[in-house]
């Protein structure tokens, strides 16, 4: 049979070859050193046969359709859509492109289906040259010419008999794995790219070729669900990765399925794996012995694990350590001793921070090449933030891989403690700085670096200084609080710090005020009250006056969170003075400013003043927090004396406040606040929204709104009131839409109105008790105790205790709590006084 070849004459008109391919044809499927050579017997290179031209493409086989040797999938391809379609589009427009990406994460897959999705666009075939069982001493022009057939002669670059094959062919060449040949597969491609005008490659590499004309695409891991989303199996669909286990699961147990019942525990293994296609193709392999829910709580010991592999496939890709075993290799040892020393890093990294951690033996300016160098080889990944930073990443497979080589090496120890230092140090900055103006920036580093902090936490809690440095990194985080995800959080922290570090210390009197606060804010007010008790012996012992006028301010605050508004404000004020005679001014500006929310609560004048002199006047030394919270202490002011309008301008001002949003304690109270002055204007549904939206923030601190009784109160007066406007059914829906609302979203305004009957045409609530009676309820509601009731109506202690059980007989109670309920939910909010 004859065929025939395209090429052009001199001046570029097409002409065509002829050839009689019956022998060289039948070999142009044949790959590897093994193929045949096309020359006549006895020839040499310059001698070509006269009864043959160039070797001719063949026929292409009626099963395959195609001229070229891609082989045939032999399971599902999974995701990447729109991947799938960049890279295409990319090789459409550059000769020479590169797919890079960490070893097991698909490269070889997704350049063998785009190839596969172009053939029609290559007359002459798309050819796969797989490079990854071969050694370095090697030719891998010598095997290109083997596939092709031709022979070749290493003395002479890209061989004559190559150069004349290509010259006119439309082809696809795919040079698969080239990381451990890069040179050779740099020299090769530009030499094609030379003398092959109609020639296309594609690379797979853990690293670039690093020629001219290389276009590099770098292959990401699998999606995954972002950690707190909703469980919900029906979306499991978007996520590549959760689709993938989900395919090669149902090869291994016929049927399995991911479901609402076990798409956490899928979604947290897809995480745990990188969103790595081998190490979740691997997990899934053990199905057949182990649930999924097993499989993640093995997955520390991962490279034991994940070992049943395609038998089929080369021995680095069978098991997950001899993939990351075959990158670790492919570095040279400066890059691999740092490779381990950056597995102490948890979240990420930034140049300044692994130059101080891996530097030790270096030059100065090497650790930055050698990330670099990483980078490139696939090693550590580039993770740029919103803001233009450039930080960088190990995935979590590699970087356990790099903490068992770390382990081996015998210098953790030192590596660990100077991560620790390093970040101890970047706490104590932060916390001295926290009260400036800079809030943002400094919450946004404490969001990135919240796992090296952690990190560092725990290896300072095992170390041997006694745990003096836990302490101190656990007070410069609580000094701005954002470190922390939850209040109960930082107090795991603080309570593990105290019990390892008993002594007697200034830095732990800090640490006990700290723990103090964090109990009383979560309600529990006993272990506060413990705690501060002994912080201010402490400081009493030690002369510490920091720690004695922190004891007293937040002394303060329990008893104005507990209701006793007049008494929490007398030790407000006593912590203002001490604040100021040590000149901390940050700390002077914090305490006023719940002094004067104090005195809003109580009704004292004072409060009034206070925010009228400076609450709507910030000053450019306030910082955003602190500004914060005097704009939601005029909208305290504002509510008290029945100015709603005013009011809830003042508290959206305060949740504009972005810089402050970090504080979720005054988040939640502003929201709450907030509220309060939407049921006091008449619209219950943007009430429930923001009753919604605060109590979101409170648990994502983990206040406790039962231990803050000034807010507590009228919060249940209030909620009752939105309660009957809306109707139980109703106000759940909007209560639901707030905690899924931002900030944001609140303050962009209330959701369209619905109709609901105006609080003025409900009939007035049944209320069996007497003037004085009703006046009893409400200040049981406030959570007064019968001394204090008669202190305040000014009447005998026999006469309040004689009220207290009138009002449990009329209303058929047996407990002063459920008068308390009576008052809040059957009186009216808008016509008791705001407490």
């Not at 978007?238 to 147990?253: C, Q, T």
């Not at 604040?579 to 004067?596: I, K, M, S, V, Y």
Request: charged content about 25%.
């Amino acid at each position: 049979m004859q065929e025939t070849n395209t090429g052009r004459d001199g001046n570029g008109a097409a002409i065509r070859q002829t050839g009689h391919g019956p022998e060289h044809g039948a070999h142009l499927h044949s790959k590897g050193r093994g193929a045949p050579r096309m020359w006549a017997p006895g020839s040499r290179e310059r001698d070509w046969h006269p009864r043959y031209d160039l070797p001719s493409v063949p026929e292409p086989d009626a099963d395959q359709g195609h001229p070229g040797n891609l082989p045939t999938e032999v399971s599902s391809f999974v995701g990447r859509r729109t991947e799938l379609t960049e890279v295409a589009t990319l090789l459409s427009r550059t000769r020479l492109l590169t797919l890079t990406g960490a070893g097991g994460v698909g490269k070889t897959r997704l350049a063998l289906r785009v190839a596969a999705s172009v053939q029609d666009d290559f007359s002459d075939g798309v050819w796969l040259l797989e490079l990854g069982d071969l050694g370095v001493a090697e030719s891998v022009e010598e095997q290109l010419a083997a596939l092709f057939g031709i022979e070749h002669d290493p003395r002479r670059g890209l061989g004559p008999g190559l150069r004349r094959f290509l010259a006119d062919r439309s082809v696809l060449l795919v040079l698969d794995n080239c990381e451990h040949l890069l040179d050779q597969s740099a020299k090769l491609a530009g030499a094609l790219l030379r003398h092959g005008e109609g020639v296309r490659v594609l690379c797979t590499s853990r690293q670039p070729l690093g020629i001219l004309g290389e276009h590099i695409h770098e292959v990401a891991p699998l999606g995954v669900p972002a950690p707190g989303r909703p469980a919900r199996a029906a979306e499991s669909g978007r996520f590549d990765a959760v689709s993938l286990f989900a395919a090669r699961a149902a090869a291994i147990r016929p049927g399995f399925e991911v479901t609402d019942a076990n798409y956490e525990t899928v979604t947290r293994l897809c995480r745990r794996l990188d969103g790595i296609p081998l190490a979740i193709e691997l997990a899934a392999a053990r199905l057949g012995a182990l649930s999924a829910g097993q499989i993640l709580d093995r997955l520390d010991d991962r490279f034991r694990l994940l070992t049943k592999g395609n038998r089929l496939a080369l021995p680095r890709q069978r098991t997950l350590r001899a993939l990351i075993d075959w990158s670790f290799a492919l570095c040279s040892e400066a890059e691999r001793t740092v490779w381990a020393r950056l597995s102490v890093f948890s979240g990420g990294f930034d140049l300044a921070a692994a130059a101080a951690v891996c530097g030790e033996g270096f030059p100065a300016d090497d650790v930055d090449d050698l990330v670099t160098g990483l980078v490139e080889k696939s090693v550590v990944v580039r993770a740029d933030t919103d803001d233009g930073q450039v930080r960088y990443r190990l995935l979590e497979t590699i970087r356990h891989y790099g903490q068992d080589r770390l382990a081996e090496s015998g210098d953790r120890a030192g590596v660990l403690r100077r991560h620790r230092d390093w970040f101890r140090a970047l706490a104590r900055r932060a916390g001295s700085e926290w009260m400036s103006s800079d809030q943002s920036r400094i919450s946004a580093l404490f969001q990135l670096e919240g796992g090296n902090l952690r990190a560092a936490l725990e290896f300072s809690l095992a170390d041997d200084d006694g745990g003096q440095a836990a302490l101190e990194m656990v007070i410069a985080l609580c000094d701005h609080r954002r470190a922390w995800a939850t209040l109960g959080e930082a107090r795991r922290w603080l309570d593990r710090a105290l019990v390892n570090a008993p002594g007697r210390t200034v830095v732990r009197a800090r640490a006990l005020a700290a723990a103090g606060w964090a109990a009383l804010v979560q309600g529990d007010r006993t272990t506060a009250g413990r705690l501060l008790r002994e912080c201010r012996t402490l400081a009493e012992e030690l002369g510490d006056a920091p720690s004695r006028a922190l004891a007293v301010q937040y002394s303060g605050l329990a008893r104005v969170f507990a209701g006793h508004f007049a008494h929490g404000a007398k030790l407000l004020a006593e912590a203002v003075d001490r604040h100021r005679e040590l000149g901390d001014t940050a700390a002077e500006q914090l305490a006023f400013a719940q002094l004067t929310m104090a005195r809003c609560f109580g009704g004292d004048p004072a409060g009034a003043r206070a925010v009228a002199s400076g609450a709507v006047q910030p000053e450019p030394r306030r910082s955003p927090t602190s500004h914060a919270w005097w704009l939601w202490c005029h909208g305290l002011d504002r509510w008290k004396h029945r100015d709603h309008e005013v009011a809830a301008r003042s508290l959206r001002s305060a949740l504009g406040v972005r810089a402050a949003r970090g504080d979720k304690v005054l988040t939640a109270m502003a929201l709450e606040t907030y509220a309060w002055t939407w049921a006091e204007r008449g619209d219950p549904v943007a009430a429930a929204v923001a009753f919604g939206a605060a109590e979101a923030a409170r648990r994502a601190t983990g206040c406790a709104l039962s231990g803050l009784r000034h807010v507590h109160v009228p919060h249940l007066r209030y909620a009752a009131v939105v309660r009957a406007d809306l109707g139980e059914e109703t106000y759940q829906r909007h209560y639901a839409t707030g905690l899924r609302s931002t900030v944001d979203e609140v303050l962009a305004g209330p959701p369209p109105e619905v109709a609901v009957p105006s609080p003025r045409e409900r009939p007035p609530a049944a209320n069996p008790l007497t003037p004085r009676e009703l006046e009893v309820a409400l200040l049981i509601a406030k959570g007064l105790s019968n001394k204090e009731i008669a202190a305040t109506l000014v009447i005998a202690l026999r006469t309040a205790e004689s009220h207290v059980e009138h009002i449990l007989s009329k209303l058929e109670f047996g407990r002063r709590a459920q008068i308390a309920v009576w008052a809040s939910t059957v009186l009216p909010a808008r016509e008791v006084p705001p407490s």
